[in-house]
């Protein structure tokens, strides 16, 4: 099986800026979840989508929201660009059945100037 | 906040076996732990989970204390591809808690 597939893989933006990211899951994964990793912060759980729908929501600004598609794919978006948004994007696509051993993507580096 | 608490780092020599340990004494009783890794510059990568019994797999051994209050991680025989963060994370399973809430891990690093 393929695994957890992000783009693009880099991106620089500018302050004020808004940013779509991409994640498609493991083949037969419902659930995607988006974290962000930062030097200071670590990893930190942003949300998780299953069957189209946010599931579960950790404490980020209404600045970063994400959707699911009905093929499971999922975007995650961030508006109005703040210098302390560059970081390590992660998704993890798991089956969203009774387990949750997630598997990551390689990531979406994003630099913001 | 994290519910598990490691040490900073570690050093294991190549072909060792790697202990690393885990408290997690505010565990519940239906709470898992999970071992996940993060070599650098990757996503990070599942490696074992537990309840209450001592699990393996082919990747390394998960042993959990009686009062289910620590665990402890074990790389068999270490290579230098095991260097990496290695996070221990108290998590209940499936549901709608899919949400992983990562400490600062353990390094590794695997000296030959």
Not at chain 1, 14 to 24: D, I, K, M, P, Y
Not at chain 2, 9 to 16: I, K, L, P, Q, V
Not at chain 2, 71 to 89: E, F, K
Request: proline content about 4%.
């Amino acid at each position: 099986k393929a695994g957890v597939t992000q783009t693009p893989r880099y991106l620089i933006k500018t302050r004020g800026q808004q940013v779509t990211l991409s994640c498609s899951p493991i083949s037969g994964h419902r659930s995607v979840s988006w974290y962000q990793q930062t030097p200071g912060q670590g990893l930190q759980f942003l949300f998780e989508y299953f069957s189209e729908t946010q599931r579960n929501k950790g404490n980020f600004p209404g600045r970063f929201s994400g959707r699911q598609f009905s093929n499971s794919r999922s975007e995650m978006n961030v508006s109005t660009l703040e210098l302390g948004d560059s970081a390590l994007y992660l998704c993890a696509s798991a089956t969203g059945e009774w387990n949750n051993e997630q598997f990551f993507g390689p990531g979406t580096r994003l630099t913001v100037l | 906040d994290a519910k598990t608490t490691q040490p900073t780092s570690m050093d294991c020599a190549e072909g060792r076996a790697a202990n690393l340990p885990c408290n997690h004494s505010t565990i519940s009783g239906n709470e898992y732990v999970y071992w996940y890794r993060q070599i650098h510059s990757q996503g990070p990568q599942y490696i074992i989970h537990g309840l209450k019994n001592n699990e393996t797999n082919e990747m390394a051994s998960l042993i959990i204390t009686e009062d289910r209050k620590s665990s402890t991680l074990i790389l068999p025989h270490a290579t230098l591809r095991d260097t990496a963060v290695y996070y221990c994370i108290v998590n209940l399973r499936g549901g709608s808690n899919y949400k992983l809430t990562f400490g600062k891990g353990t390094l590794l690093t695997v000296n030959p």
